[in-house]
Structures are given as structure tokens and as C-alpha cells.
């Protein structure tokens, strides 16, 4: 057997104690320094693995606190699935519920998801960024380029400063809407701490579009009260829109030719799917006694405003959606599938993937070489990976809609509206959901992680494989429609 003498580490210590079977026994510094390179390695190598990785844990963390017996209000400890379920929806900023979040949880289990909005909603590369950060005191260029790619930045050397300036804002927007929500939880006859904690949660959940509400009577309580809904329709629609685009706005909002083609493109389409959105699902309740029929006009107008933002994100809503009409729910599979602004709290396919395909199908009919907008060229690697997304995400929905529908008896219209729901992280739901059996929780469960996490990282990855090759093969136009 052969013998090494301990070696100092460079703090002093000794690292290897001595050597049995060939292993080292290591000593705890030395099990961090082993920990900081590993994590440092797959970091440099595969920056999108280490954020669906520290994803799962940040889930798994949660889920833990969740399934401790004070977390629920009955004392008893809750069902694992309903645990991961509950922990999935809000790491991954969905609302997707299988319990009764204002009855089932207690205030301690109310925390631990307010902690999981909050860190989901800071977006998967920016968590792995953190962590690259605080265990290798840098970050590579691998990792900046990805949290490059989730920040839509364009300098790598700005993507430190700018983990914090997310932070910052985060909690900036959060703490705006709770100072608006609070004086109105107060005047509803809330006791003080009660108002409190239940400002604080909705401020949470608003701003990160995690549609999580805990008050006892719900949101549809409050359908004709703009003190109540507005702000939570103005700060989902700050949180949908991407940091990327708020930052850029306080920087130049008095120079809009200053934006960048991201902040226009994003700003541009969201605010256009929004009024449109608003306009039909209105007209389209406006006389269903289910929804809207019954409301004041004012009310119907309130939460038409509301369904304009809630259907591609926060999934909060004043009315019940298993009253919708067919219509209704069609329209807003689609408004869910695409989601909000890159970088942001919503999910989706987002709505830039959105304008860059619409602009390529304008620039083929127009017979343009170019793919315009605002003055720029969009490159042709752009037109690549918004066709990638948009095709793994259909290719999700349709997997996990066809499998639903063979292990339940549901049918196709509420199957796909819950599935595209988890898929795009929204939370509206027909209805259907608390009462799936255990493996169609399990898929929602896998779809809301895979639709918060993996189009993104399929993105960036698709982005940081391109390579130039010295040869090409002749070029040859295959018959298209």
C-alpha cells in the first residue's frame, strides 16, 4: 500500500490525512475545494445542466419544508405528490394547485412558497449564475454567455452587476405593490399582521406571475374592485415583460430610439396581445351568466383588463374558467402557449419568438431577403432557434396532452387547457387539476419544470452550438407546402 504524506493546503491546513485502499480521507476544507471545482468544471462545461440541476434542487428543498407536518394547517403531514406538486408551482412560478392554497397550508407552509415564487421567479441562469458566483468567486465565459443568453445582455462583463440589478428590481417591484395592496388589505377589516402577510404574499406572487392567492374568499371576491385588481394586473404585466426590458426603460425612458430592438419587439407585442386579448375574451363573456353575464359593466370592463395579462402569465383570476365558453378557452391555449417577454417571470414559447416568426412569414411572402424590424436585421440563427422553440414546445404539449387523455376520461378541450397551463407556467386551470390521479399530477408536475426550464436552456445551448465548417454541400431547395 502505498503511503502519501499530508500535503498543506493553502489556508495552512492539512487537506489529506491519509490514504486507505488507495481513497484519501479528506478533510472538510479540502471536501469544499473538491465541491468548488466540480461545481466550477460543470459550470464551464455545461452551464445549462448546472441550472436544471440547482432547479431540481431549489424544488426538492421545498418540497422538504412542505411535507413537514406544520406546514399545513391540519398538522398532518401532506402526500408527497401534492408536496412536489405544490413545490414545482411555485419554484416554477406557475399556480397550478392541487390543494386549497389559502385552507390547506398553514403560515409557516405560506412562507415556504413565497420563498420558492420568490427564488423562481429570479429565472434558472440567473440561480446558476448565483451559485457559479458564490462557490468559484467568478463566473466563466460559458456561464456569462448563458446568463447572457436568460438576461438578453449583451456585454459579458455587465452579467455580475446585472444578477444584482435583477435582484434589486425584483424586490423594488414587489415592494411598490405591496405598499399598494396593503392600505386596501386594511380597509377591508384585515387585522395588521394578516394584512401584512397577505400584501407581502400577493406582492410576491403578482410581481413573478406565480397566480398563487391565499385569501380565503379568492380573487373573485374582489372582480369589481380596481384597488385590488389593478395593481395586480399592472405588476404582472411589469414582471411578464423581462428584466431585461424594465432595466432598459429606466435607463432610457426618455429616449426611446436609445431601446434596444428587444425592448421594442417585446414592448410592441405583448401590449398588442394584451389589448387583443382584453377585447375578445370580453366580447367573447361579455353575456355568459357563468363569467360575466351577471357583473356591472364596470366589473366586466375590470376583468377584461385583467384576463388581457393573466392568460399569458400570472394565471390569476376574478372569474371561475370552468365557466368559460369553448371559445374563450381556445383563445387563451394559444395566449398561454405564447406567454410573455423573455427573461421574465412568464413562460411560454415568449413573445419575441412570436414577432421573429411572424417576420419571417411577412419578409418569405414579400419575397425579402432580410428579416426586418425597426431598422435591424434579424439574423437567420435567430429564425433557427425561435423554430426550435416553438417546435419543442408543441412537441411537449402534444406528448403530454395525448398521455392525459389515456389515463383519464377527461376530455380534449380541458386536457390540452390545464396541459398548455403547465406548460407555460400560467396556473388557470378548468378545473381538473386537484382531481387528476397520481400520474397525471406527476406529468404536470414534469411539464412545469420542463416547460419553466427547458426551452430556455435548450436555447441557449442550440445557441452555443454553432460552428463553422471549411466545407458545405452544394445547396438544394427541397418542395415546401
Known amino acids: 500500500m502505498n503511503r502519501k504524506s499530508p500535503s498543506p493546503a493553502p489556508n495552512g491546513k492539512v487537506s489529506l490525512d491519509f490514504q486507505r485502499g488507495g481513497d484519501f480521507l479528506l478533510t472538510a476544507d479540502s471536501r469544499w475545494e473538491r465541491f468548488k471545482l466540480h461545481v466550477d468544471r460543470i459550470a464551464k462545461q455545461s452551464p445549462a445542466r448546472l441550472a436544471l440541476v440547482v432547479f431540481a434542487l431549489i424544488i426538492g428543498f421545498i418540497t422538504a419544508l412542505l411535507l413537514l407536518p406544520w406546514a399545513t394547517s391540519s398538522g398532518k403531514r401532506a402526500p408527497f405528490v401534492d408536496a412536489l406538486f405544490t ?5 416554477c412560478v406557475t399556480g397550478l394547485t392541487v390543494v386549497d392554497s389559502a385552507d390547506y397550508w398553514s403560515v409557516f407552509g405560506k412562507i415556504v412558497i413565497a420563498v420558492g415564487i420568490k427564488i423562481g421567479g429570479l ?15 467568478h463566473i466563466g465565459l460559458t456561464q456569462r454567455m448563458l446568463a447572457a443568453t436568460e438576461t438578453k445582455t449583451d ?31 386594511l380597509t377591508l377589516h384585515y387585522e395588521v399582521a394578516p394584512a401584512v402577510g397577505h400584501a407581502l404574499f400577493m406582492a410576491v406572487s403578482t410581481f413573478n406571475n406565480a397566480g398563487f392567492v391565499i385569501m380565503p374568499e379568492g380573487l373573485g371576491a374582489y372582480v369589481s374592485d380596481w384597488w385590488m385588481i389593478m395593481p395586480v394586473a399592472v405588476g404582472t404585466a411589469v414582471g411578464a415583460l423581462g428584466f431585461p426590458v424594465v432595466l432598459d426603460l429606466a435607463r432610457h425612458w426618455r429616449t426611446p430610439r436609445l431601446w434596444t430592438l428587444h425592448t421594442k419587439m417585446t414592448l410592441a407585442t405583448y401590449f398588442l396581445l394584451m389589448i387583443f386579448a382584453a377585447a375578445v375574451v370580453g366580447a367573447s363573456e361579455w353575456d355568459n351568466p357563468g363569467t360575466f353575464g351577471k357583473l356591472p359593466t364596470h366589473a366586466k370592463v375590470l376583468s377584461a383588463i385583467l384576463m388581457g395579462v393573466n392568460s399569458r402569465s400570472s394565471g390569476m383570476s376574478s372569474i371561475n374558467i370552468g365557466e368559460e365558453t369553448r371559445a374563450t378557452w381556445l383563445l387563451q391555449d394559444i395566449l398561454m402557449f405564447i ?18 416568426m411572424i417576420l419571417a412569414i411577412v419578409a418569405e411572402a414579400r419575397g425579402d431577403r432580410d428579416i426586418e424590424a425597426y431598422g435591424r436585421r434579424i439574423p437567420p440563427q ?3 432557434l425561435a423554430v426550435a422553440v416553438v417546435s419543442i414546445g408543441s412537441l411537449l404539449v402534444a406528448v403530454s396532452t395525448f398521455t392525459l387523455l389515456n389515463i383519464t376520461d377527461y376530455s380534449l378541450d380541458v386536457v390540452s387547457f390545464d396541459v398548455i397551463s403547465a406548460f407555460a407556467t400560467v396556473g388557470l386551470s378548468t378545473g381538473i387539476t386537484p382531481h387528476l390521479p397520481i400520474a397525471g399530477k406527476y406529468l404536470l408536475t414534469a411539464l412545469m419544470f420542463a416547460g419553466r426550464t427547458g426551452t430556455m436552456t435548450v436555447a441557449a445551448a442550440l445557441a ?4 463553422r465548417r471549411v466545407i458545405r454541400m452544394p445547396e438544394e431547395r427541397p418542395a415546401i407546402g
Not at 87 to 91: D, H, I, K, L, Y
Not at 123 to 135: D, E, H, P, Q, Y
Not at 464 to 467: D, G, I, T, V, W
Open 87 to 91: 413545490a414545482t408551482s411555485a419554484v
Open 123 to 137: 429565472g434558472v441562469m440567473t440561480l446558476a449564475s448565483i451559485l457559479a458566483l458564490a462557490v468559484s468567486r
Open 155 to 185: 456585454s459579458l462583463g455587465a452579467v455580475g452587476s446585472l444578477i444584482t440589478a435583477v435582484i434589486i428590481t425584483s424586490t423594488t417591484m414587489e415592494g411598490l405593490i405591496f405598499l399598494t395592496l396593503l392600505p386596501r388589505f
Open 339 to 356: 406567454g410573455g417577454g423573455s427573461a421574465s417571470t412568464a413562460g411560454g414559447i415568449k413573445v419575441t419568438t412570436l414577432a421573429v
Open 382 to 384: 435567430t429564425v433557427r
Open 464 to 467: 452555443l452550438r454553432e460552428r
